[in-house]
C-alpha cells in the first residue's frame, strides 16, 4: 500500500492526538503512565486505524491494558473526530507492540557478549 503524503500527515496527527487522550483525557488508571503510542496505520479509506502500543510491564499488566483500551476506543474515536476534521473518523483497533521490550532485550545481550 503506498503511503502518499496525505496519509503521512493523518497519521501524525492522529498519533499525536491519541497519545494526548491517553496521557491526560483517559481517567481509568489501569492505564499505566508509561504506555505510548510508537506508529499509527490508517486505511486509504480512513474506516480503520491500527493503533501501535508500547507497554512496559508484565504480561497481566499489557493483556489489561489492551482491553482497556478496547473498550474505551468509542471514546477515543468521538474525541478524534473533535479534534481532527476527517470526512470519516476510523475505527480503532490496539495491537500492542513488543519492539520496544525486544530493542532493549537485545542490547543487555550485546552488552553482556562484549564483557
Do not use: Q
Not at 503510542?37 to 499488566?61: A, F, H, P, Q
Amino acid at each position: 500500500m503506498k503511503n502518499s503524503t496525505r496519509m503521512i500527515r493523518i497519521n501524525d496527527e492522529i498519533r499525536k492526538e491519541v497519545s494526548e487522550i491517553l496521557r491526560s483525557e483517559l481517567k481509568d488508571p489501569r492505564i499505566g503512565t508509561i504506555t505510548s503510542v510508537l506508529k499509527v496505520e490508517t486505511t486509504n479509506d480512513l474506516k480503520y486505524c491500527k493503533v501501535y502500543v508500547s507497554i512496559l510491564g508484565d504480561e497481566d499488566k499489557k493483556k489489561e491494558t489492551i482491553e482497556v483500551l478496547k473498550n474505551a476506543s468509542g471514546y477515543i474515536r468521538k474525541l478524534i473526530a473533535e479534534r481532527i476534521n476527517l470526512r470519516c473518523t476510523p475505527e480503532f483497533k490496539f495491537i500492542l507492540d513488543d519492539s520496544l521490550e525486544y530493542g532493549i532485550k537485545i542490547s543487555k545481550l550485546i552488552d553482556e557478549i562484549s564483557k
